[in-house]
């Protein structure tokens, strides 16, 4: 019966059933952020799903600013193999041996991906690994770096335009605040392959960024979107800073979302075959 009546509302009353599952995402949202650390961990075993979803067994899926591999790996097992990109050289060592051990087809790049090709200087809180930037203005960093010892590590740069592909299926994107220059860097691998698009955007970072970002993919034919529970992705024209970028811990009833899922125009009819792909959009 609940079904029958989602049907009824998507075809007759497509605006308010919208704003029917957006506010039921808020009240949900706001009802689990109360438990933080389980909220975050619950979106991002969400978000793995539907990254899982995203693969295809034919082609190759990317992962960069890899960390410890943990995508890498959800990745590989669903795609014909990954290739990760991880500039400190000893994350990129454990990603190699957790490959080798798992028997699993990632391929580790042992660099950053920019706008152009060369040598930089990284940067790293020691004991935030997940902090690590490029970015010298990358405002969550420098919060870190008051209270911890900062590690400069001297890396390579490459640009994901310099490599070649296949087929590329997923990009995983988490640069910490580096997005613009990759994507500079990544025109034409991404105007050749379409792939899906999976990337952090955080304002902590870089003040904007949730707006900047949004507005180069969009350069690129790309359409944005929100994990809003199971199966649902809810479009970016209903995200605002306000309701769903707030600083954590700032309240209770705070929602923070800095993971987005991009599409380009030309694959996004495909994916919203729901039979195929279990995927609800929410536009």
């Not at 082609?59 to 014909?80: F, R």
Request: aromatic content about 10%; some cysteine; charged content about 25%.
């Amino acid at each position: 019966m609940q079904k029958k009546i989602s049907l009824f509302l998507d075809k007759y009353f497509p605006y308010l059933h919208n704003t029917i599952k957006l506010h039921r995402f808020l009240v949900r949202a706001r009802k689990a952020s109360s438990l933080e650390t389980r909220y975050a961990v619950e979106l991002k075993q969400i978000q793995n799903q539907t990254l899982k979803i995203l693969c295809c067994p034919q082609k190759t899926a990317l992962d960069i600013g890899a960390n410890y591999g943990t995508v890498s790996y959800l990745l590989a097992q669903n795609s014909k193999d990954v290739i990760a990109f991880e500039p400190l050289p000893l994350l990129a060592r454990y990603i190699e041996k957790l490959a080798h051990k798992a028997k699993l087809p990632i391929r580790v790049e042992n660099c950053a991906l920019s706008n152009e090709d060369g040598e930089a200087v990284i940067q790293t809180p020691r004991g935030y690994n997940g902090c690590t930037t490029l970015e010298q203005d990358n405002n969550h960093f420098l919060s870190l770096a008051k209270y911890s010892e900062v590690i400069r590590t001297k890396i390579k740069l490459r640009t994901l335009d310099s490599y070649r592909f296949d087929a590329l299926s997923v990009i995983k994107i988490d640069v910490e605040g580096h997005q613009a220059p990759l994507l500079d860097g990544a025109k034409k691998t991404i105007a050749t392959h379409k792939p899906h698009i999976f990337i952090e955007i955080d304002n902590t970072q870089h003040p904007e960024s949730t707006k900047t970002i949004p507005l180069i993919l969009k350069d690129m034919d790309y359409i944005g979107y929100f994990q809003g529970g199971p199966g649902l992705l809810i479009s970016m024209k209903y995200f605002t800073d306000e309701q769903f970028h707030r600083p954590p811990r700032k309240d209770k009833n705070h929602v923070w979302i800095n993971d987005f899922f991009f599409f380009h125009k030309d694959r996004i009819a495909e994916l919203k075959d729901t039979e195929k792909y279990g995927i609800e959009f929410l536009d």
